[in-house]
């Protein structure tokens, strides 16, 4: 009975040795996974800001001065050439301050607030119009969250004495089913503000395998339609 008893518990041992060994090598790689994925965030908001700042240097055109506060279709992720974004289609003198992942929501972006209204007022100085483009990064926000990013926006962008028009998300195929949601919301935002919208939610545009983002083609045709409907 003594040997019996003893092996009984050297193996209950042994078992909790082996479950406790594995749950130590669980929390490792979850650890590990953990950062990587942080470090995976930190380089792709890294990459974001320097397309920014690579896109805010691109001025074109001449005329009244035109600024363009956008998501990635602004500064023009996936093309070759920043500059062949779609803003570039628009008369004037033309200023993007565009941010790969943003919305008009705070929380919008993975990498802080980047939200329109954050950076609206600093960079809206001597603009004669602002144009202000997306929502598809707000396809997952609810519709509160939108409303309190427009609501900030209009309040930094309120007494300077720009005109400013809206232009809501086209029909992207990857976030197709969020766009009726969020056109209908900042059409009505727009309008209880007395500020332009301009409607996308209807344009059939080429998009790139990612089914999100512009082909080049794709951002000339989008940038030739809003500079239609600006007239």
Known sequence: MTVTWRWGHRSTTASVVVALLVV???VQLGTAHLSRARAAEQSRCARHAADADRRAALVTGSGRRVVVIGDSWSVGLGLRDLSASWPTRLPGEVHVAGFSGSGFSRTASPCGDRSYAARARRVVADADLVVVEGGLNDHDRSTAAITVG???????LAGLGQEVVVVG???APARRSAVPRVDHLL???SGAHGVRYVSAADWE???LPDRLHLTAEGHARFGELVAEQLG
């Open 24 to 26: 130590s090598v669980l």
């Open 205 to 207: 545009l080429p998009y």
């Open 150 to 156: 427009f609501l900030r926006l209009m309040r930094a």
């Open 169 to 171: 998300p086209a029909p």
């Open 187 to 189: 059409a009505a935002l």
